[in-house]
């Protein structure tokens, strides 16, 4: 007996503005970078549109998979020129890490990544050390993410995996764009570990507990009132992670363009959203070119 085709999935609406979307949340978790801005310069009309959501009584809550804590993001933030009044506060993947690298207080770690990400660290107890004595690897990022490339570290991560060292990826991101180049993260690097058997722990998007960690502050922000999954709105450009991690969350998604998925010229259509998003179970609701109201 012939059985009748499944029916294709929706067409993921394009939209110009954000503002239909408005009235059906009351929270907003929003990535950073490639929503907010490119790593050099901000993007002024996601900026507006954040605001005017929190003039309207909505709660912003930028989520990033940066490796480091919240106060050093808003520092960043602040130096590239996002405005404060944008956000109500930042999670970040380092704050999520940091749980996960105080199991190891009082014993020797090895850091794969660049000085800028030393804050990570500050008041957990753990001794950075070199691979030799190391009980574990923490992993923020390339020590170079300019000029160096996951296969970069081959011989380091052969060296790692003999002798069983696991682990801990504080940024799961393996690409960002940072104007208009494609750089990698310390996510590349962790796939690159576990493609040799290693062993890779992950702290931030898609992964279930920085959206727990979201969940209280949002209440925390909103007077001890929690916000239901289903009135949360996730905007990002991370297919794997923004994307991903919402719909594994139970949390609608907006997914906005950048040259992580999308090569230079590509025509964000009907199209390029259905190759991007073939076998999602829960996909985003609508996709944009840029958030902007």
Same mark, same amino acid.
């Given at each position: 007996?012939?059985?009748?085709?499944?029916?294709?999935?929706?067409?993921?609406?394009?939209?110009?503005?954000?503002?239909?979307?408005?009235?059906?949340?009351?929270?907003?978790?929003?990535?950073?970078?490639?929503?907010?801005?490119?790593?050099?310069?901000?993007?002024?009309?996601?900026?507006?549109?954040?605001?005017?959501?929190?003039?309207?009584?909505?709660?912003? %809550?930028l989520l990033s998979n940066a490796p480091r804590p919240a106060a050093s993001v808003v520092t960043q933030l602040r130096r590239i020129g996002v405005p404060d009044a944008a956000y109500d506060r930042?999670?970040?993947?380092?704050?999520?890490?940091?749980?996960?690298?105080?199991?190891?207080?009082?014993?020797?770690?090895?850091?794969?990544?660049?000085?800028?990400?030393?804050?990570?660290?500050?008041?957990?107890?753990?001794?950075?050390?070199?691979?030799?004595?190391?009980?574990?690897?923490?992993?923020?990022?390339?020590?170079?993410?300019?000029?160096?490339?996951?296969?970069?570290?081959?011989?380091?991560?052969?060296?790692?995996?003999?002798?069983?060292?696991?682990?801990?990826?504080?940024?799961?991101?393996?690409?960002?764009?940072?104007?208009?180049?494609?750089?990698?993260?310390?996510?590349?690097?962790?796939?690159?570990?576990?493609?040799?058997?290693?062993?890779?722990?992950?702290?931030?998007?898609?992964?279930?507990p920085v959206y727990g960690m979201a969940d209280a502050i949002i209440a925390e922000l909103r007077g001890g009132k929690a916000v239901g999954r289903d009135r949360v709105l996730a905007i990002g450009?991370?297919?794997?992670?923004?994307?991903?991690?919402?719909?594994?969350?139970?949390?609608?998604?907006?997914?906005?363009?950048?040259?992580?998925? %999308?090569?230079?010229?590509?025509?964000?259509?009907?199209?390029?959203?259905?190759?991007?998003?073939?076998?999602?179970?829960?996909?985003?609701?609508?996709?944009?070119?840029?958030?902007?109201?």
């Amino acid at each position: 007996m012939d059985h009748p085709a499944a029916a294709a999935p929706a067409a993921i609406p394009l939209l110009s503005s954000i503002a239909p979307l408005i009235a059906t949340a009351d929270a907003w978790l929003v990535d950073i970078w490639g929503v907010m801005h490119n790593g050099v310069s901000p993007f002024m009309g996601a900026c507006d549109a954040c605001r005017r959501f929190r003039d309207g009584g909505g709660t912003v %809550l930028l989520l990033s998979n940066a490796p480091r804590p919240a106060a050093s993001v808003v520092t960043q933030l602040r130096r590239i020129g996002v405005p404060d009044a944008a956000y109500d506060r930042v999670l970040s993947s380092g704050d999520a890490a940091r749980s996960m690298i105080a199991a190891y207080a009082g014993r020797p770690v090895f850091h794969l990544g660049p000085e800028r990400d030393l804050p990570l660290f500050e008041g957990l107890g753990v001794e950075l050390s070199q691979l030799p004595v190391a009980e574990a690897v923490i992993c923020t990022g390339l020590y170079d993410d300019e000029t160096e490339t996951p296969e970069t570290y081959a011989g380091l991560l052969d060296a790692m995996r003999a002798t069983g060292l696991a682990m801990v990826c504080a940024n799961p991101d393996l690409k960002v764009e940072r104007g208009g180049r494609i750089v990698w993260c310390a996510g590349g690097v962790a796939a690159a570990y576990e493609a040799l058997g290693g062993a890779v722990s992950y702290a931030g998007k898609p992964h279930a507990p920085v959206y727990g960690m979201a969940d209280a502050i949002i209440a925390e922000l909103r007077g001890g009132k929690a916000v239901g999954r289903d009135r949360v709105l996730a905007i990002g450009d991370g297919v794997k992670t923004d994307i991903k991690g919402a719909s594994d969350a139970g949390i609608r998604s907006v997914y906005i363009a950048s040259g992580v998925h %999308l090569e230079p010229g590509t025509t964000l259509d009907g199209a390029a959203l259905a190759r991007l998003f073939d076998g999602f179970v829960m996909r985003p609701v609508a996709a944009m070119q840029e958030l902007r109201l």
